[in-house]
């Protein structure tokens, strides 16, 4: 009985991977970062749909890190390379506060980086 548990919550781990990649590859890279040996996932229901208060657990799934960032095809060289940018365009600021944020409404992957000014609030784009 113990296999088929561990089976269905490996079922639900995948389907999650699919519904919420980003969140999982977020976590698996934090684990990783931090040198943690296992991860420890839980999958929780409400008892009530109605009610936010009263949970259950159904189960826990450990994984080591590194794989599951197999798992979710997680290339490390690029996710390097894209803290190497950001540090190096960050170099090349002034002193300030900036906000980098990713812009949603357009056709490809863009990342814009802003420097807000602490006096009128208002946002001046670097690059």
Known sequence: MFKSTEKILAQHLKT???????KVTKWAVQSYLAGVDNMNIAFVSRKDLKSNKEHM??????????????NVNFNHHVGWGIIKQLYE???NCP????VLMKILNSNKQLVKLYRV????KTEV???
């Open 57 to 70: 657990c159904y189960g826990f799934y450990s994984i080591n890190p590194q794989q599951l960032l197999n």
């Open 95 to 98: 002193n300030g506060n900036y």
């Open 117 to 120: 000014n602490d006096k009128s």
């Open 89 to 91: 365009t960050m170099q």
């Open 125 to 127: 784009e670097v690059n």
């Open 16 to 22: 999650e991977m699919g519904s919420n990649h980003l």
